[in-house]
């Protein structure tokens, strides 16, 4: 087999991979604008072939048949699973596909550790201490995204999961995974190969007792954090291998990964530690006054809605996960386009977190070509809100819920809203009067100005846009 | 490379990040936590580092799953990616008979 071969280290090899994390950080750039995304992504996706080509053009590389199995069935997975997947289930998407780097850095540390003690040689610090910390993150990440990818999916409850002194537990994980590093690193002459495999099993129940507990709203966070937390594992293994491409590019991961964690939790005004120490404590979990007694609240029809809406000046769509589950974009944007032919002012209030990840409802909404203008941000439209007529919330419920404004106790206190509960109107399109996501009551459906419209979002919608057809 | 060049390239990285991503609209923020996962795929140069240059059972297996897990992390990532933005994308033209208004 004729074959150009690059010497590892080499200059021809490291020009490639600088090649490579250039186009990384282009794509990246692209990828802050609307306009240049798209373009974005395939420049970054372009660095990584030329980055993985190089790789395999490496002098020396062997074991080719398994190179290819794992690269094929890898190719497989990710190509099925990325067509199969819905709109609404990309955030557990990427919660997965996290994972399993994370998965993959902790085996490679695995590997390291294996491969540097068969060689009987002094562990040098400086590869030991990178690959320690490659395994910890890697493993704590990989467990983490899983189970976020779990509660995302429903296969496990989405409700905070705790266990009583599970603050302890996890204090106690930790000063002894800092521990077995500190061992470890002291005896970087022969570390002990079991000692390490403890530490992944350790991290991996740590990364497992920090994510369950976190409920609601949460989530998004907490992947983005993982996600972080994945690329400076990358960095880290890059220490230990010497590859340039990996510190620089899993470094990118980490600092903006980091910026978009801090942006997410400024939204809903707490603090990163606060969500990963607390959880929503579950206290008043099952409601606030009422208990578990019904509330009084108005239940209409869609003819009523209509009717509310089609002689309205101005009406301000609230959408949130509800529209995602049921596809009701579409529809959504069938009773704008009918409100507006009468001169009915519409726009969307969206809710920095509304849905499971910032800018789920935007991907959405612009993907039944809903005018960008349209789309309001929550500081842009809240004072609005007062000199709205209607207020439609489509699916949406933590995100409008008063308690965060009224109710210093409520676990969500402090939380931005939508402040829905000021315009004139109110019209709550959901199935239930079931709790959302952070599972507490919303005092929202029992305000008098309030009209709940239990139905489907999309079949809702779409009633809704005959009926006005029709007045 | 020493020690402190890999330092170097790291606090520079960090910074570049910082300053690439600072301003970024909410509306993108999903697709680029995603092109950014996608990005981090790039371990399984490690994986297939460690497999290339495995001689063991154990290496084997560990390395053929880093490289799995890897290939799913990049090819899974930039193609969910790519799929979130093509809903950004100028439509062509409007369609005729527009499908995409599904209410009906």
């Not at chain 2, 933005?85 to 499908?99: C, E, N, R, V, W």
């Amino acid at each position: 087999m004729v074959r150009a071969v690059l010497e590892p280290g080499g200059d021809a090899a490291t020009a490639l991979y600088i090649v490579a994390f250039s186009l990384f950080i282009i794509g990246i750039k692209q990828g802050t604008h609307p306009t240049t995304a798209k373009r974005g992504n395939l420049i970054a996706a372009g660095g990584m072939a030329i980055a993985v080509v190089t790789t395999l053009l490496l002098d020396g590389m062997g074991n080719w048949g398994l190179i290819f199995l794992g690269l094929g069935i890898g190719t497989a997975v990710g190509v099925i699973a990325s067509i199969r997947v819905q709109m609404t289930e990309m955030p557990q998407m990427v919660a997965l596909y996290n994972g399993v780097g994370g998965g993959a850095v902790a085996l490679i540390a695995w590997s390291e550790i294996r491969h540097g003690i068969s060689l009987g040689e002094d562990f040098p610090l400086d590869e030991l201490i990178p690959v320690i910390f490659a395994g910890v993150v890697g493993s704590v990440s990989f467990w983490g995204s899983n189970i976020a990818f779990a509660k995302l999916q429903d296969l496990i409850p989405t409700r905070p999961i705790a266990a009583p002194g599970q603050q302890v537990m996890n204090a106690v994980l930790l000063i002894a995974i800092v521990a077995i590093c500190v061992i470890l690193a002291v005896d970087h002459e022969s570390p002990s190969q079991g000692l390490f495999i403890l530490l992944l099993v350790l991290a991996a129940i740590l990364g497992n007792l920090v994510v369950l507990p976190i409920g609601g709203a949460d989530m998004p966070v907490v992947i983005s954090l993982l996600n972080a937390f994945t690329g400076l594992s990358a960095a880290a293994a890059g220490f230990a291998l010497d590859n340039v491409a990996l510190i620089v590019a899993g470094t990118l991961v980490g600092s903006s990964g980091t910026i978009l964690t801090l942006e997410m939790a400024t939204a809903m005004n707490r603090s990163v530690s606060n969500i990963l120490f607390s959880g929503f404590g579950g206290a008043p979990a099952g409601g606030g006054a009422g208990g578990g007694e019904e509330r009084p609240h108005v239940s209409i029809g869609a003819q009523d809605a209509a009717i509310k809406l089609a002689y309205a000046d101005s009406v301000v769509i609230v959408p949130g996960y509800g529209l995602a589950v049921a596809q009701a974009q579409h529809a959504i944007k069938e009773v704008a386009d009918e409100l507006q032919k009468r001169g009915v002012t519409v726009n969307y209030a969206i809710h920095p977190v509304a849905g499971r990840m910032p800018g789920h409802m935007n991907v959405l909404l612009a993907e039944a070509d809903v005018p960008y203008e349209q789309l309001k941000e929550m500081e842009e439209i809240n004072p609005e809100l007062p000199r709205t007529d209607v207020a439609v919330v489509v699916g949406a419920n933590d995100v409008t819920n008063p308690a965060a404004k009224n109710d210093p106790d409520s676990p969500i206190a402090g939380m931005p809203i939508i402040e829905v509960d000021e315009a004139q109107q109110v019209i709550v399109i959901k199935r239930s009067l079931s709790p959302g996501f952070a599972g507490i009551d919303n005092d929202l459906f029992y305000e008098p100005n309030t009209s709940m419209l239990f139905a489907d979002a999309k079949q809702a919608a779409a009633d809704i846009a005959a009926e006005i057809q029709n007045l | 490379m020493s020690l402190m060049t890999e330092i170097t390239i790291f606090v520079l990285a960090v910074f570049v990040g910082f300053e690439v991503i600072s301003k970024v609209p909410t509306t993108l923020h999903t697709p680029l936590m995603s092109q950014t996962n996608a990005i981090h795929g790039i371990v399984m140069l490690g994986g297939l580092i460690v497999l290339g240059y495995a001689d063991d059972g154990l290496e084997y297996v560990i390395g053929t799953i880093a490289v799995a897990f890897g290939a799913i992390n990049i090819v899974g990532g930039f193609m969910v990616t790519d799929r979130m933005l093509g809903m950004f994308a100028k439509k062509p033209k409007p369609k005729p008979s527009s499908d995409g208004k599904g209410g009906s």
